[in-house]
């Protein structure tokens, strides 16, 4: 029964997205469990099955309803009146005008700063590169994990990152 | 062979009694089991906890010694690890623990956490079975009695490429648990590359599962590491992407999968490419995305879209180039020469 009851949240777990509680709950039982700890190996087979199949493109008319949808509610948005004024539309226009022209002016700029000093976050660094290299390997069948991890936790302090 | 099969097989087979037993007179030696399904008991995760004491050397290329770090590891059913590597003084120079879901990456001196998730080969496009057996069809798995290791006797396995050359990787497999003691890899060159050695090792104790949790210490700066993603050509190209691929590639390489690395507006394709025990990759970058390889790149290599630079780094030689209007670069465990001739192939 118990296992009945930790089978359900397999999934979850899988996904990451257990609450914490739960998932301690839950791998408690798993270390005890050979049988659930299949059947977690199952799920995730499942997953990554699931992660591998094609996945259709969109249709190319409804993808064009969709856009012009979402331009339509923006648009509407933009023109909205206060509650008992006559709302002009030309103010929309004016505001989207002003938008754009301030925009360009800002991308103008922006394009001689960009064009000669690309940002951190464009550029890719050697460590960068080695690092996805190694990471990569570590899911080989016969990689030596441990020198792996232990050598790309020293190469990672040496290079920049994302900030959560 | 299914894996219950060889499973039951093996158990069959007269593998060595009590550790450290030396064989008396009258005693007929064993005969090795088989290497392949040494081989696959050792690539199933452990089923008992245990903590050890580990050696890692990794030589880097131009330097005279290897750089060598002690490290401890505790390992908890199904998926639990916590790895201290140890300074010169014997303090943690760096926490990893793998509770399951992330992977924890600490460093104390900097106050810096980098969290992303465990490696998991469950979810790459060639499944652990699928990499096993382009593992066998590519590498010849010889077995033979190895010396002992952290107290403890071993079979040593040699793997070597069936298109000849020397032994890519040796692996001494504990006899009883089939734990990887010790790992030595070569370079296409001959020498050594990475190497792990067990020191110590107690199989079997029951782990404190609170060393398996971690959480960022107040103060500490968190970076997100860049989830693992294994996709398909044809995903890449829904992505608005132009693969250019290599059309030729050393002996036993496919393609694998590849992923997707975020550069700002921009993004970067990594491909990968298996021989089921080794990886050579090939990164593809838009022309707005710098390339800062350092000037540790300084070796010309004269390629017909133009000039190159290499080097060779600790994890395998490394080729840049132009081409097309991309940039690329390649990392594998493979000679210039191969690497160049990659290179030229990439249309």
Known sequence: MECDRMRESLESYA????????????????????????????????????????????????????????RAASLSRSGERPPGKGGVPWHAAWRWAAGFGFASAFAAAAILVIGRSPAAEETLSLDEVLEAHSSYEMTMPAADRESLITNLSLRLSQEGGRHD | MTKTLVLALLAALPLSGKENARPSGAARPSAPPEALAVLRRSLEPPQQPYSAELAVARPEPGQGQAASRRLTVRFSPPNLYRREILGPAGATARLIVEDGRTEWIYDPERRKVWKGEPADPFFKRFGPEEEFDRLNENYDVAIASGEPVAGRSTWLLTLRSRSGGIPARRLWVDR????????????????????????????????????????????????????????????????????????????????????????????????????????????????????????????????????????????????????????????????????????????
């Open chain 1, 15 to 70: 996904a990451g997205r257990l609450p914490g509680a739960e998932a301690s709950r839950l791998e408690a039982h798993l270390r005890q469990c050979p049988d659930c700890s299949r059947e977690l190996q199952w799920v995730r087979v499942l997953k990554a099955g699931v992660r591998k199949a094609p996945r259709p493109a969109m249709p190319p008319d409804l993808r064009a309803e969709l856009l012009r949808l979402a």
């Open chain 2, 176 to 347: 009883r648990s089939f734990l990887l003691l010790r790992a030595e890899a070569r370079r296409s060159d001959g020498t050594l590359g990475d190497a792990m050695r067990m020191t110590r090792l107690r199989l079997g104790a029951a782990q404190d599962q609170a060393l398996f949790r971690f959480s960022p210490p107040a103060g500490s700066t968190v970076v997100a590491r860049a989830e693992p993603d294994y996709l398909a050509l044809d995903e890449a190209k829904a992505a608005g992407f132009a693969p250019r691929l290599p059309t030729w590639l050393p002996s036993g390489y496919v393609f694998e999968s590849l992923s997707i690395i975020p550069k700002g507006r921009r993004s970067v394709v990594h491909y990968r490419f298996s021989d089921g025990l080794s990886v050579l990759s090939l990164f593809q970058c838009p022309p707005r995305v710098r390339l800062d390889l350092g000037a540790r790149l300084n070796r010309r290599v004269k390629l017909s879209s133009g000039r190159g630079y290499a080097t060779r780094t600790a994890e395998g030689s490394v080729l840049s180039w132009n081409s097309g209007g991309w940039r690329f670069v390649l990392v594998g465990p493979a000679s210039d020469e191969t690497l160049r001739r990659v290179a030229e192939s990439v249309r």
